[in-house]
């Protein structure tokens, strides 16, 4: 394979060549496929089904979670199916595909947290004024943006990585394609171009985290102003589910990029990729329903309503 004209398929890590732990692997990532997908559309469904929910906080939760269902899709069902089938191809428009799914909603993602990070500093620390900044239009405009600049980002990112001719090997280190792993099979000096968009990711990264620690400093001496200790307590529990999240995310991306770089495939690279491409979109609907009493509320009044209707469907059908 000399160049990129010629490479039709890539090789995936796979986590064994034995056969029954091929079978585990794929129920092991069928059941996070499933707590993933169940956590998310539970979150949505609740907060659209509930008026009460309808607020600028809900509405980027709401937009989380379709990122974190859209991340896991991405990665997950390929591998499986790879596990199940007992291959490890992926063909080069997959690879381009899941490429840039994956970058689009990984980067939304973080955008969307920022402006979540924004509108909890605004609640907080401008409740007088919170109406009219964080108005229906502006949330809008906010996560079209996030969007809109995740699509770019990837397509940038995406188009400048396969640009490149890859001759290296087709063996990609990872259970699915990532940019690291596809830039150690390139065979030309134009992979450069790349790494300077990789480093003018983490200095966006960066920022993005300089932005939120900046507005939850402000948050935090805002609350400790509140002379009610409930009122602090609120306030705290309104942003911890967001800190969290914030938190799991960038300690995930640290963890896998900052990482030393091998040539060689290794249990580490399967490892930090599970870290920071699964934990975070399936660990954000438990955090965000397990701290937010709004949240379990309207969770519950969803089950019962689903319970009722479930009991009068039975008793007519009898």
Known sequence: MSNQTTLTEFLLLGFSDVRELQ????????????VGL??????????????????????????????????ISVTIPKSMANSLINT???SYPGCV????????FVTTDLALLTIMAYDRYVAICQPLHYENIM???????????????GIIYSALHTGNTFRLPFCQSSVISQFFCEIPQLLKLTCSDSYLSEIGLLAFS??????????????????????LRIPSEQGRGKAFSTCLSHLTVVSLLFCAGYFEYMKPISSS????DLMMGILYSLVPPIMNPIIYSMRNKEIKAALKKLIVWRLIARTEMSIIST
């Open 97 to 104: 595909t899941q490429v840039f799914l994956f970058l689009l």
């Open 265 to 268: 495939a290794s249990n580490m």
């Open 23 to 34: 079978i585990l692997h794929f129920v092991l990532f069928l059941v996070f496929y499933l």
């Open 202 to 223: 983490m200095f966006l990264c960066s920022n993005c985290f300089v932005f939120i620690i900046v507005s939850y400093v402000q948050i935090f001496k805002a609350v």
């Open 88 to 90: 490890r191809v992926i």
């Open 135 to 149: 108005n229906r239009k502006a949330c809008v405009q906010m996560a079209a943006s996030a969007w809109i600049t």
């Open 38 to 71: 169940m956590g998310n559309l539970l979150i949505i469904t609740a907060v659209v089904l509930d008026h009460h929910l309808h607020t600028p906080m809900y509405f980027f939760l709401v937009n989380l979670s379709i990122l974190d269902f859209g991340s």
